[in-house]
């Protein structure tokens, strides 16, 4: 029984026990020695059937609706996961008129799951920090810049239908249910979308999608989702930017392959993107995994129609003493005649503990802009998961 429960019970079982000690005192203790000699007493109930008929009866009533407060109070398949990120580093160069000071900031984040059927989920997600993405330092790190507020980050529902998975979500990427063949696992936003920057579609607001498993490593999703801020202009409509996608993908014992391509329409012209994404893990120890990715869309302004171009690959190595190490270059959304501004970053990710990692990263990012420094950052990243 619960510490609660014998709380609650005890003060209730001493109450029916009292008037019990009453009657005990009244006994004849000669007529009980007489008995207990020629008989052997087996149980107390032999003397008071009745008082501790009513006692038990009491006593199964208050746990049974002890019972029905805590079922109703909080599901048994509702969990919650909790993470803080702490940064702190500085940027040479970039954007800034000057270089950027060294700079602390953070973000937090809650996770809320809860399962109705076992086979589907609710998911809510709920985010704070104090990371600006105005201050170079920190734009190319995952943070919440919420001004130290709560809010919430998203809203979803998945569930089966005929052996797809479905999902509705406010505030959700259409890609939820999308595979990206890449096993590189960066901590910048440049590079930690393996190339796959526009046809994966992200930063919706309503958004749908459903996927399907097709078994031996094949698997197939699709993906809608409008514009956040542009429900005004309601769904699928002239004047809304609405974003499709769909997502192909095969995965082996150590290697992977994936399509994916996007219509992005915002009432005056269709953006299209295709990307194509691989990995491939060596069996030989010590060998890195390789992450490649490529994407290429057009604009489609009616001016201008300008291919847009995205470019990746990064290299893994899972188990470096302790932690894991990894670099990779690339650049993204670089449009037709003008030069790459390429990214280069290597990082070490070191798990002090099951709920603690630290990951040191440093980074290269060029600089198209005439007059404009590249920038070199340098940033450590302290993630805690609970």
Not at 84 to 90: E, I, K, Q, S, V
Not at 136 to 151: H, I, M, R
Request: aromatic fraction near 10%; include cysteine.
């Amino acid at each position: 029984m619960k510490l609660f429960k014998s709380l609650l019970i005890a003060p209730a079982t001493l109450g029916l026990l009292a008037p019990m000690s009453a009657t005990a005192n009244e006994l004849n203790i000669a007529e009980v020695s007489a008995y207990s000699s020629s008989e052997e007493v087996q149980n107390i109930s032999e003397f008071y059937p009745k008082e501790l008929a009513v006692t038990n009866s009491r006593v199964d009533g208050l746990e049974v609706r002890m019972n029905e407060i805590e079922a109703g109070s909080f599901s048994e398949t509702t969990t919650a996961s909790f993470s803080a990120d702490f940064y702190l580093g500085a940027v040479d160069g970039g954007t800034s008129a000057s270089n950027d000071p060294l700079m602390a900031t953070y973000g937090f984040q809650i996770d809320l799951n809860t399962s109705f059927t076992g086979e589907d989920s609710l998911d809510i997600s709920l985010d704070a920090g104090n990371t600006s993405t105005s201050t170079t330092s920190v734009t190319e790190f995952d943070g919440n810049a919420t001004e130290d507020k709560l809010t919430v980050d998203g809203v979803s529902y998945t569930f089966p239908v005929g052996g797809a998975t479905v999902f509705v979500a406010d505030n959700g990427d259409g890609s939820a249910l999308f595979t990206t063949a890449c096993t590189y696992g960066g901590p910048t936003n440049t590079l930690d979308d393996c190339g796959n920057v526009n046809a994966g579609i992200t930063l919706g607001g309503v958004a749908t999608g459903a996927s399907y498993d097709f078994g031996n490593g094949f698997s197939t999703a699709i993906g809608y989702q409008a514009t956040e801020g542009e429900e005004a202009k309601g769904l699928m409509t002239e004047e809304s930017t609405d974003k499709y996608a769909l997502n192909g993908a095969y995965t082996g014992d150590n290697y992977g392959l994936s399509v994916t391509y996007a219509n992005i329409e915002d009432g005056t012209k269709d953006d299209t993107f295709t990307a194509l994404n691989g990995y491939y893990t060596p069996d030989g120890e010590g060998l890195p995994s390789i992450s490649v990715g490529y994407e290429f869309g057009e604009d489609g302004n009616a001016t201008s129609e300008d291919e847009i171009t995205s470019f990746f690959v990064g290299l893994q190595w899972d188990e470096v003493g302790p932690g894991s190490l990894g670099v990779a270059m690339g650049h993204s959304n670089t449009v037709e005649g003008k030069d790459e501004e390429y990214m280069y970053e290597a990082y070490y990710s070191y798990p002090v503990n099951d709920g603690m990692t630290i990951t040191p990263v440093v980074y290269t990012k060029e600089s198209n802009v005439s007059g404009q420094d590249d920038a070199t950052g340098v940033m450590v990243k302290t993630s805690f998961s609970f």
